[in-house]
């Protein structure tokens, strides 16, 4: 079965400054999706970046970019130069052949001035 | 565009009563569907997923069961409410494929058992 894990639950960088968000998950699969969710205090849930495994290079969105070790099982977000509005809850996500989405518990992220 | 509705937003229902929370979605076919619940600063824990009309997949052995009687539609229901079954629960719809890979949430239904 695919597991998801979030060894940090909480994190916290200062304004400008750049984080790094863990991630590792556990598959058999080759072809398969990850994700990186964004859950403000609103709750809803906002796609900050997405990977497919197929492709070797990095994906970036802005200040959001990852570092996709397929060997290695990880997939971490770094967010750089912070801003307060990044404050959040951030869920790594997995889904496969199988469509099952798999999401980690979380890292809650404080911005500070 | 593809959407997604789910309601109510906010429920709260007695100990022992019915659940039925409801989620469509537009803009698409055949998705897959997805229900989740969330404790209060807790992870999504996958409840239900569906591949395809009347094809549901539980993950949690529970008090809850799921439906989907239409391709874009999907149900979240139980018979009799615990007070363990309050939590924040969201639904998705995801769409896998080489050209477009991406999941999108609804707004989440608050549920309180009281």
């Known amino acids: 079965a695919q597991t998801v894990t979030q060894s940090q639950p909480e994190m916290s960088v200062q304004e400008a400054e750049t984080v790094t968000l863990s991630c590792t998950y556990d598959?058999?699969?080759?072809?398969?999706?990850l994700f990186w969710y964004k859950q403000p205090p609103s709750r809803q849930m906002i796609l900050v970046i997405r990977?497919?495994?197929?492709?070797?290079q990095n994906a970036t969105e802005n200040r959001f970019s990852v570092n996709f070790q397929k060997a290695a099982k990880s997939f971490s977000l770094k967010i750089s130069d912070s801003q307060l509005g990044d404050a959040a809850m951030y869920f790594c996500?997995?889904?496969?052949?199988?469509?099952?989405?798999?999401f980690g518990t979380g890292t809650r992220l404080q911005v500070t001035l | 565009s593809q959407t997604i509705h789910q309601w109510p937003a906010t429920l709260v229902q007695p100990v022992g009563s019915p659940l039925s929370l409801e989620c469509t979605v537009e803009?698409?076919?055949?998705?897959?569907l997805y229900w989740y619940r969330q404790a209060a600063g807790r992870g999504l824990q996958l409840l239900f997923y569906?591949?395809?009309?009347?094809?549901i997949s539980s993950e949690v052995p529970q008090n809850l069961s799921a439906s989907r009687p239409q391709d874009r539609q999907f149900i979240l229901s139980s018979k009799k409410l615990l007070l363990s079954d309050s939590g924040f629960y969201l639904c998705?719809?995801?769409?896998?494929?080489?050209?477009?890979?991406?999941?999108?949430f609804g707004q989440g239904t608050r549920l309180t058992v009281v």
């Open positions: 998705a719809w995801s769409v896998l494929n080489r050209r477009y890979t991406e999941a999108f």
């Open positions: 598959t058999s699969e080759s072809d398969y999706y």
């Open positions: 990977q497919e495994a197929y492709k070797q």
């Open positions: 996500a997995y889904t496969g052949t199988a469509s099952k989405l798999t």
């Open positions: 803009g698409t076919s055949n998705p897959n």
């Open positions: 569906s591949v395809g009309i009347g094809q």
